[in-house]
Every structure is written in structure tokens, then in C-alpha cells.
């Protein structure tokens, strides 16, 4: 999926993140993420979200993570509404998600 | 389970009810209610109106919270649902001001510091990458080959219109500098549209060398670094009113671009000019930063048959239709322009729209009082 | 026999209540993609749930998801989601008539084909909200066999009956309808939900009221209310004490092949053991009445 605008998912309350996609200014992906668990879950975290938008085949844009002691699924869950919101897209590939 | 709070945007103007319990509310918060706000989210519990956050454009002002219910989770959903109502309108990119003991709370809501006035305001946006990737952009556009040393100027205005006092101003800074950077403030909220600013600016500078011309941008005065109101509602005057702009400048955008020297017109005997100036001088030369100063260099204003030129004057002439005058104030494509498209905008018995009333909303006023 | 006392609603969009409410232990889980969800998070929502619906912990206790009607712009989409999750059932808001149910149940089935799911493994419970609705009662109970429950739903339904939520006299006749389509076509029977959490009383005089008729049990907006409704639902000592002793002596009616169980010399029959085997079901998950 191609990240056209601008788009927002999920919350800052706890257990929750806000996620922010957009095109981005250069040509590749850039992912920035902070977390209240930061130091034990940071990496943890980067994984997550590069995984779901490797599955959901964004290779371009700039992504921001603002995480509040979320779950994984709910990571993933954010992730991809942010980039589904932000590619217009119509259908949904549930393959893709899972 | 169910959620105990029920949000909901809500438009001032077209609500009376509404709006007299959002001023209530913010009352009882040490805070004043700001006419400007187009939209606000409010949360009600049981009925009661219990926090409130407003959006004047890409700018979040007037959050309060019943102190009763501060210190749970209401304050993270009341900041996710004015991000959600921004993007929904449009605005992805936020700013908002708040005092220094309050930063470390809207860093938890995704809000990063670009710069403070310690013990008074700190100005933060809602993206880690915002301020990094513009002067990443800027950084680009350095001029290569130029000697370590190098005098480096810079120049923002908003050519509202463009004048020859203006083109004196750039032409004389280039002369003194091995490169200028000449920006165009990029709020389009003036008389004349910063298209037509913009491409007047580019054409008086034809032909002067080693000069870059930028586009504007928020980071650079912008209704979001000109905090007027912060500063009237917590009754902070004097020095720090221009102290972010001039922050920003100083921290960011003149090392991203090597600037050494910042180069603003003057008149001698206006106050307002004098002080915007002194401050100028304390903020970009000055202790308060610690990144590299930058030297101000005033020069006074060129003059047309006795008085100095302003842009602020030819839109005075332009409203008393003397056209004559004008010529003799601006460049031509400007008198061309002004003539052809801005004489009939302006609509005898019409509220003025080039005094204090059409221009309180658009540039910070001290600002615009400061000749940018 | 599964049992049925407690489901326990959470807003489909709330990631905190998705994340946590598996502690509670309810007999089962709904997750609300329909009234508790925003119209501009009708996305996020149905994806959350996906999400947290492939949570380990919720292999271990009964997930429903509540759709949106399938005449809306969500409700396939909603349907989509809950099926390829792998949820256990699907809850039907504002079911109306026994088509509805045979609509849904076509749309489950086409797409357990396309996700490749076991055909029926999807089961179905059907909300009941308006006076249509409580007349077809039987219909919808019996509309598919994927049916494991219908509920009374009663918020839309005093509506459409012009009325307001009282003291229950305006449920009665509903009550009585739904529960008794129910058990006519062998399937659990759900009450509405009780809003006022400050009333615990009132909550409690509700249960009462609604286990005696013979409800399997409530759908809940708090998790406050899991333990109250559960105690309520428990046997006392003496019930599980008798119960004991008759199914001891089906047992043993069995295991000596008699056609005919007795009990301190009075016959015994199926419903009676039947009903001895739920009440040692309640103690077993919640002990006994304190």
C-alpha cells in the first residue's frame, strides 16, 4: 500500500498508541517511536510496526509511533488502520493483517 | 464497560449555550476564553461540561480540565480527540503553547519542544521530525564553496506589498554578505496573497547575486511563533513576545543555513520599531541560547520625498486611491499589480480591510507594527 | 453445555478494555463493533477487535462480536473481520424476522469458504430490539441451526413500544416472548443490560427477577457486575448438596441399566437430572451462594 496522506489512528490513553502516517518528505520509510516502556519494550516495538507495514507493503513514508504501554495487537492494530486511512483504501486485505 | 465521558466537537459561534459553559469552564481555570477558536472539543460527564480544547486553525489553545478530575486519564482522551478533530479538519501539523512546568505532560501526548523562554512559555509541535526536516531541507539549499568564515545574512519579510524599500534593503545586505538567504513570510493571511507576495519578492530580486529567495514556513513569523495570545492571558508582556520567533531563528533555521548576520530596516523614531529591534538584538545576540549568535544589523529605511518607505504606507495610500504616490514607493510590477487586481478589492463604505481590524488576524500585529 | 450467565460488553475501539478485560472472566466476551462505537472509529474498531480476537487469551473463553445490521455501510465489512478472526459467535443487532438470520447466515458461510474456516464453526445469536422482532421470536430461534442464543435488547425496544425503561413491567410480555422462543427451539436466552451502575440493588432485584423466570443470563457493561450477577446465579449448599445426590444416582442408574432412576424412593427424570447437571455446572464455576 502506498501512503498518500496524512492520516491518524488510536488514542494516547494507556494501553493504547496514536499513530501518524504520512508521505513523507524523502523516498524511504522512516519509523520514529516513543514509548513510556521505551527502554525494556523499544526494540520490541520497532519490530512490531516495521512487521505489520512490511506485511501491508509500505516501503515509503514517514510513520510516528506514540505509545502508551500498548499491546502488540493493539500495535498492529493502530498501524494498520493508520496506513489503510492514509492509502484511501477501499478493500481490505485480511490476509495481510493477521 | 463503557467509557463515563462523552466528547463531542462543538462550533462557538453557532452555539450560545455551549460557549458560555466553555468560558465558564476556563474561568475556573485561570484561563480566558479566546474568540478566535473555530472549533472546540468538549467532554461531559453526567451532563457537566469537564474539559474543553480548542483548535484556531493548526493551533490547540484553551485546554482546560475540572480540577476535580485532573491528574487520570481524561487529559490523554481529551488531547487524542483535538488531534483527531485537527487531521479531520485538515490540520496535521499542530502547535500550541504552554508554560515550561507543564512540557513534560504534553511530551506524553506526542507534543516536542522547539523552543522555550525559560520561566515563562515553551511552543511545541506534535511531531518529533517536524523542525528536524525542514532545516534538514534547508541545509540543502547551502550554498557550496563558501569560506568557513563566511558572512552569511539573513532577511524575512512579508512584502505586504513589495517596495523599493524593501529592494534597498536586500540589495544593500547582499552587497555586505558572501550569500544572502531572503525569505517571504508564507502566512497567507495578508492583504496581498503570498502568491502574489511571493512572486514580486522574486522579481525585485532578479539579478542581485549570491542570494537565495525561500519560501516561508510556520517555523518563521507565522501565527504559530507569534503567541499573542498565550502572552495577553497570562498577562506576560514585553520581552518574550517575539522571543520564540526569534528562538527559532536563532537555534534551527540560522545554523541549518550558516547565517551569521540578520539584516531588518529601521525608522528612527518609531517606538515599536525600536524595541522589536532591541529585542532582536537580545534574543539573536544575546545569553538566552546557546547556539551561535547572530549579529543584527539595522539599516535605516530608504526614503521617497522625505518619509521612509513602508509597506504599510503604500496600503494607506492604496485605500485614499493616490495612485500617483504609490508609484513613486514601489517597484513597477508591484504598482502594475496593486492597480490591476488590489485597487478594486478595496470597497468604499466597507469595513477597513487594511487598518489594525483586516490585519489583527492575520499577522501577529507586532509583527506587522515591526515593519516584517 | 455451555455455560452462560455473564457477557460482558467492551467498545470495540478501546484498545485498554480489549487489552484487559479476559481478567474479568466472564462466560463470554462481546466486543461491540455497533451502538458503542463512533461512526468515525468504525474502522479502527473492526480492526482492533481482529487483532486482539488472535490474543492467545481469548482462545480460552467464548469471544462474541456484535455487528453492525448488514444494511449498513459496516456491517459486512464487520462480519468479515469477526469470521476470518476466528470469533466463536456473531451477535445480530435488531433482528426483526427469521430472514435476517437466514441473510446472515449465507454471508457467514460464504465467507468461511473464502477464508477457508470450517463450515458452522461460526455460531450465531440473534438481538431482538423491537416489537416485530418479539413476535417472530420463535421464527429467529429456529432460523438456523447455528444459533446458540437469542437476546432481549431493551434500550430500541422500549422505543419502538413508545415506552421507557421502569421497574420491568415494560419488559414482561418481551421477557416472557423471547425466553419462551428459546427454549421451545433449545437455544440460551439473554436479558438486556442493566445501565445504572450506582443502583446495584436495583441490579441485583433484576437478576432475581430475570433468573427466576429462567434467563441463562445477562448481557453486562461493567465488569463490577460479573461477580454480583454469578453469585446470584450460584446454587446453595443444599442445591448442590440434592443435585449431588441425583446425578449420583443417574450414574448409577445407568451403570446398572435401569430404565428408571430413583432417589430416597421417589422417581427421578430427565429434566430433573438435567437440571441437576446446571446446578453443579454454576457451583463448579462459582462456588455456592454467599
Same mark, same amino acid.
Given at each position: 500500500?502506498?501512503?498518500?496522506?496524512?492520516?491518524? =489512528? $488510536?488514542?494516547?490513553?494507556?494501553?493504547?498508541?496514536?499513530?501518524?502516517?504520512?508521505?513523507?518528505? $524523502?523516498?524511504?520509510?522512516?519509523?520514529?517511536?516513543?514509548?513510556?516502556?521505551?527502554?525494556?519494550? $523499544?526494540?520490541?516495538?520497532?519490530?512490531?510496526?516495521?512487521?505489520?507495514? =512490511?506485511?501491508?507493503?509500505?516501503?515509503?513514508?514517514?510513520?510516528?509511533?506514540?505509545?502508551?504501554?500498548?499491546?502488540?495487537?493493539?500495535?498492529?492494530?493502530?498501524?494498520?488502520? =493508520?496506513?489503510?486511512?492514509?492509502?484511501?483504501?477501499?478493500?481490505?486485505?485480511?490476509?495481510?493483517?493477521? | 464497560? /463503557?467509557?463515563?465521558?462523552?466528547?463531542?466537537?462543538?462550533?462557538?459561534?453557532?452555539?450560545?449555550?455551549?460557549?458560555?459553559?466553555?468560558?465558564?469552564?476556563?474561568?475556573?481555570?485561570?484561563?480566558?476564553?479566546?474568540?478566535?477558536?473555530?472549533?472546540?472539543?468538549?467532554?461531559?460527564?453526567?451532563?457537566?461540561?469537564?474539559?474543553?480544547?480548542?483548535?484556531?486553525?493548526?493551533?490547540?489553545?484553551?485546554?482546560?480540565?475540572?480540577?476535580?478530575?485532573?491528574?487520570?486519564?481524561?487529559?490523554?482522551?481529551?488531547?487524542?480527540?483535538?488531534?483527531? %478533530?485537527?487531521?479531520?479538519?485538515?490540520?496535521?501539523?499542530?502547535?500550541?503553547?504552554?508554560?515550561?512546568?507543564?512540557?513534560?505532560?504534553?511530551?506524553?501526548?506526542?507534543?516536542?519542544?522547539?523552543?522555550?523562554?525559560?520561566?515563562?512559555? /515553551?511552543?511545541?509541535?506534535?511531531?518529533? +521530525?517536524?523542525?528536524?526536516?525542514?532545516?534538514?531541507?534547508?541545509?540543502? %539549499?547551502?550554498?557550496?564553496? %563558501?569560506?568557513?568564515?563566511?558572512?552569511?545574512?539573513?532577511? +524575512?519579510?512579508?512584502?505586504?506589498?513589495?517596495?523599493?524599500?524593501?529592494?534597498?534593503?536586500?540589495?544593500?545586505?547582499?552587497?555586505?554578505?558572501?550569500?544572502?538567504?531572503?525569505?517571504?513570510?508564507?502566512?497567507?493571511?495578508?492583504?496581498?496573497?503570498?502568491?502574489?507576495?511571493?512572486?514580486?519578492?522574486?522579481?525585485?530580486?532578479?539579478?542581485?547575486?549570491?542570494?537565495?529567495?525561500?519560501?516561508?514556513?510556520?517555523?518563521? +513569523?507565522?501565527?504559530?511563533?507569534?503567541?499573542?495570545?498565550?502572552?495577553?492571558?497570562?498577562?506576560? +508582556?514585553?520581552?518574550?513576545?517575539?522571543?520564540?520567533?526569534?528562538?527559532?531563528?536563532?537555534?534551527?533555521?540560522?545554523?541549518?543555513?550558516?547565517?551569521?548576520?540578520?539584516?531588518?530596516?529601521?525608522?528612527?523614531?518609531?517606538? /515599536?520599531?525600536?524595541?522589536?529591534?532591541?529585542?532582536?538584538?537580545?534574543?539573536?545576540?544575546?545569553?538566552?541560547?546557546?547556539?551561535?549568535?547572530?549579529?543584527?544589523?539595522?539599516?535605516?529605511?530608504?526614503?521617497?520625498?522625505?518619509?521612509?518607505?513602508?509597506?504599510?504606507?503604500?496600503?494607506?495610500?492604496?485605500?485614499?486611491?493616490?495612485?500617483?504616490?504609490?508609484?513613486?514607493?514601489?517597484?513597477?510590477? /508591484?504598482?502594475?499589480?496593486?492597480?490591476?487586481?488590489?485597487?478594486?478589492?478595496?470597497?468604499?463604505?466597507?469595513?477597513?480591510?487594511?487598518?489594525?481590524?483586516?490585519?489583527?488576524?492575520? %499577522?501577529?500585529?507586532?509583527?506587522?507594527?515591526?515593519?516584517? | 453445555?455451555?455455560?452462560?450467565?455473564?457477557?460482558?460488553?467492551? @467498545?470495540?475501539?478501546?484498545?485498554?478494555?480489549?487489552?484487559?478485560?479476559?481478567?474479568?472472566?466472564?462466560?463470554?466476551?462481546?466486543?461491540?463493533?455497533?451502538?458503542?462505537?463512533?461512526?468515525?472509529?468504525?474502522?479502527?474498531?473492526?480492526?482492533?477487535?481482529?487483532?486482539?480476537?488472535?490474543? @492467545?487469551?481469548? &482462545?480460552?473463553?467464548?469471544?462474541?462480536?456484535?455487528?453492525? @445490521?448488514?444494511?449498513?455501510?459496516?456491517?459486512?465489512?464487520?462480519?468479515?473481520?469477526?469470521?476470518?478472526?476466528?470469533?466463536?459467535?456473531?451477535?445480530?443487532?435488531?433482528?426483526?424476522?427469521?430472514?435476517?438470520?437466514?441473510?446472515?447466515? &449465507?454471508?457467514?458461510?460464504?465467507?468461511?469458504?473464502?477464508?477457508? &474456516?470450517?463450515?458452522?464453526?461460526?455460531?450465531?445469536?440473534?438481538?431482538?430490539?423491537?416489537?416485530?422482532?418479539?413476535?417472530?421470536?420463535?421464527?429467529?430461534?429456529?432460523?438456523?441451526?447455528?444459533?446458540?442464543?437469542?437476546?432481549?435488547?431493551?434500550?430500541?425496544?422500549?422505543?419502538?413500544?413508545?415506552?421507557?425503561?421502569?421497574?420491568?413491567?415494560?419488559?414482561?410480555?418481551?421477557?416472557?416472548?423471547?425466553?419462551?422462543?428459546? &427454549?421451545?427451539?433449545?437455544?440460551?436466552?439473554?436479558?438486556?443490560?442493566?445501565?445504572?451502575?450506582?443502583? #446495584?440493588?436495583?441490579?441485583?432485584? #433484576?437478576?432475581?427477577?430475570?433468573?427466576?423466570?429462567?434467563?441463562?443470563?445477562?448481557?453486562?457493561?461493567?465488569?463490577?457486575?460479573?461477580?454480583?450477577?454469578?453469585?446470584?446465579?450460584?446454587?446453595?449448599?443444599?442445591?448442590?448438596?440434592?443435585?449431588?445426590?441425583?446425578?449420583?444416582?443417574?450414574?448409577?442408574?445407568?451403570?446398572?441399566?435401569?430404565?428408571?432412576?430413583?432417589?430416597?424412593?421417589?422417581?427421578?427424570?430427565?429434566?430433573?437430572?438435567?437440571?441437576?447437571?446446571?446446578?453443579?455446572?454454576?457451583? #463448579?464455576?462459582?462456588?455456592?451462594?454467599?
Amino acid at each position: 500500500m502506498k501512503i498518500v496522506k496524512e492520516a491518524l =489512528a $488510536g488514542t494516547l490513553e494507556s494501553s493504547d498508541l496514536l499513530v501518524k502516517v504520512s508521505p513523507g518528505p $524523502g523516498t524511504g520509510l522512516e519509523v520514529v517511536i516513543s514509548s513510556e516502556v521505551m527502554q525494556q519494550f $523499544g526494540l520490541q516495538i520497532d519490530h512490531v510496526v516495521r512487521d505489520t507495514l =512490511a506485511r501491508l507493503g509500505v516501503t515509503a513514508g514517514l510513520v510516528v509511533v506514540e505509545d502508551k504501554g500498548a499491546l502488540d495487537c493493539a500495535i498492529r492494530a493502530r498501524v494498520q488502520t =493508520a496506513v489503510m486511512r492514509g492509502a484511501e483504501a477501499q478493500t481490505i486485505d485480511w490476509s495481510a493483517l493477521s | 464497560m /463503557t467509557d463515563e465521558f462523552d466528547f463531542y466537537a462543538v462550533e462557538p459561534a453557532t452555539s450560545a449555550r455551549e460557549r458560555r459553559e466553555i468560558r465558564a469552564l476556563l474561568g475556573s481555570c485561570g484561563l480566558d476564553y479566546e474568540e478566535h477558536i473555530q472549533v472546540f472539543v468538549v467532554c461531559r460527564a453526567a451532563g457537566r461540561l469537564v474539559a474543553c480544547a480548542g483548535l484556531e486553525s493548526n493551533i490547540v489553545k484553551c485546554c482546560a480540565i475540572d480540577p476535580e478530575l485532573r491528574g487520570g486519564s481524561l487529559s490523554l482522551t481529551l488531547l487524542s480527540e483535538i488531534v483527531h %478533530l485537527a487531521y479531520e479538519r485538515g490540520h496535521s501539523h499542530l502547535f500550541l503553547y504552554t508554560r515550561p512546568e507543564n512540557v513534560s505532560f504534553f511530551q506524553g501526548c506526542g507534543f516536542y519542544a522547539l523552543a522555550e523562554v525559560p520561566g515563562y512559555v /515553551t511552543l511545541m509541535e506534535n511531531t518529533p +521530525v517536524g523542525i528536524r526536516s525542514y532545516c534538514d531541507r534547508l541545509r540543502a %539549499l547551502r550554498p557550496q564553496g %563558501l569560506p568557513p568564515d563566511a558572512k552569511i545574512g539573513g532577511i +524575512v519579510i512579508n512584502a505586504n506589498p513589495f517596495t523599493l524599500g524593501h529592494q534597498y534593503l536586500v540589495k544593500l545586505a547582499a552587497a555586505r554578505c558572501d550569500w544572502l538567504h531572503l525569505f517571504v513570510v508564507s502566512e497567507d493571511v495578508s492583504f496581498v496573497s503570498y502568491r502574489d507576495r511571493y512572486a514580486l519578492v522574486e522579481e525585485g530580486v532578479r539579478g542581485i547575486e549570491r542570494l537565495t529567495l525561500h519560501h516561508g514556513s510556520q517555523y518563521m +513569523v507565522s501565527r504559530a511563533t507569534f503567541p499573542d495570545y498565550f502572552f495577553k492571558e497570562k498577562g506576560v +508582556v514585553g520581552d518574550c513576545c517575539t522571543a520564540i520567533d526569534l528562538l527559532l531563528f536563532r537555534n534551527h533555521i540560522a545554523p541549518a543555513l550558516g547565517i551569521t548576520h540578520r539584516f531588518v530596516g529601521t525608522e528612527p523614531f518609531c517606538e /515599536t520599531t525600536r524595541k522589536y529591534n532591541a529585542d532582536m538584538k537580545f534574543w539573536l545576540q544575546g545569553a538566552g541560547s546557546t547556539a551561535p549568535a547572530v549579529t543584527v544589523i539595522e539599516e535605516a529605511r530608504t526614503r521617497a520625498g522625505g518619509t521612509p518607505i513602508s509597506a504599510s504606507e503604500v496600503r494607506r495610500l492604496l485605500r485614499s486611491r493616490d495612485l500617483d504616490r504609490i508609484r513613486a514607493l514601489v517597484p513597477a510590477p /508591484t504598482f502594475e499589480l496593486l492597480r490591476e487586481k488590489y485597487l478594486s478589492k478595496i470597497l468604499p463604505f466597507a469595513p477597513d480591510p487594511l487598518g489594525h481590524g483586516g490585519e489583527s488576524d492575520a %499577522l501577529p500585529r507586532r509583527a506587522v507594527a515591526a515593519g516584517i | 453445555m455451555k455455560l452462560r450467565r455473564s457477557m460482558l460488553f467492551l @467498545p470495540g475501539a478501546n484498545a485498554a478494555m480489549l487489552s484487559t478485560a479476559f481478567v474479568y472472566k466472564p462466560d463470554s466476551i462481546m466486543f461491540d463493533l455497533e451502538d458503542a462505537v463512533s461512526l468515525r472509529e468504525k474502522d479502527s474498531a473492526r480492526i482492533l477487535v481482529f487483532n486482539a480476537l488472535q490474543l @492467545p487469551v481469548y &482462545r480460552e473463553i467464548e469471544t462474541v462480536v456484535r455487528i453492525n @445490521p448488514l444494511n449498513t455501510p459496516f456491517g459486512h465489512l464487520d462480519l468479515e473481520a469477526a469470521v476470518r478472526a476466528g470469533v466463536d459467535v456473531v451477535r445480530l443487532p435488531k433482528t426483526d424476522s427469521a430472514e435476517d438470520v437466514e441473510v446472515l447466515e &449465507r454471508e457467514v458461510e460464504r465467507i468461511e469458504r473464502a477464508c477457508g &474456516r470450517e463450515i458452522g464453526s461460526t455460531k450465531l445469536m440473534a438481538a431482538i430490539e423491537s416489537a416485530s422482532g418479539v413476535i417472530n421470536a420463535l421464527a429467529i430461534a429456529k432460523a438456523s441451526p447455528r444459533l446458540i442464543g437469542i437476546a432481549l435488547a431493551g434500550f430500541d425496544y422500549v422505543m419502538d413500544m413508545q415506552t421507557e425503561r421502569g421497574d420491568g413491567t415494560e419488559l414482561f410480555y418481551a421477557r416472557c416472548a423471547v425466553l419462551h422462543a428459546a &427454549r421451545a427451539a433449545k437455544i440460551d436466552a439473554f436479558d438486556v443490560v442493566w445501565s445504572d451502575l450506582n443502583d #446495584e440493588a436495583g441490579f441485583l432485584k #433484576e437478576v432475581d427477577l430475570i433468573k427466576r423466570l429462567g434467563f441463562n443470563g445477562k448481557s453486562l457493561i461493567n465488569p463490577r457486575q460479573i461477580e454480583l450477577l454469578h453469585n446470584a446465579y450460584a446454587p446453595t449448599e443444599e442445591e448442590v448438596e440434592y443435585a449431588g445426590r441425583v446425578v449420583t444416582a443417574a450414574a448409577e442408574g445407568e451403570r446398572k441399566g435401569l430404565g428408571v432412576v430413583s432417589l430416597n424412593g421417589k422417581m427421578i427424570d430427565g429434566p430433573v437430572i438435567d437440571h441437576a447437571r446446571r446446578v453443579l455446572q454454576r457451583a #463448579e464455576a462459582s462456588g455456592t451462594r454467599k
